[in-house]
């Protein structure tokens, strides 16, 4: 496995979730519009912005994690069981810290 192939592409889905999280932000930011049924539409704009940030930073503390792995060592190997990931699995969820087995 190019453990440091699996670095730069965690990086760059950091970066880009660190992005759009600050779109994100500054939208929910904006002054509401005077308008009673233009705000009640924005309204449910922001429910949905506001469960895609939160969905987003736990992505990112995933990959915080997985960051951490590659540092210390460990990336690559089942946080639960200690069996090593499938190089499979990581390319697919490469901020997974759980074997298929231990993912259920």
Not at 47 to 59: F, M, N, P, Y
Request: hydrophobic letters at 35%.
């Amino acid at each position: 496995m190019n453990i440091d192939a699996q670095e730069q592409t965690l990086l760059a889905r950091r970066q880009t979730l660190t992005q759009h999280l600050t779109q994100v932000e500054e939208s929910l930011d904006a002054a509401p519009p005077k308008d009673w049924e233009d705000r009640s539409s924005e309204r449910q704009g922001d429910e949905v912005l506001e469960s895609l940030g939160l969905a987003e930073q736990a992505e990112l503390a995933r990959i915080d994690a997985a960051l951490i792995r590659i540092s210390d060592g460990s990336y690559g190997t089942c946080q639960k069981c200690g069996d090593p990931i499938s190089e499979v699995r990581l390319e697919l969820l490469p901020d997974t810290p759980f074997c298929k087995n231990c993912a259920v």
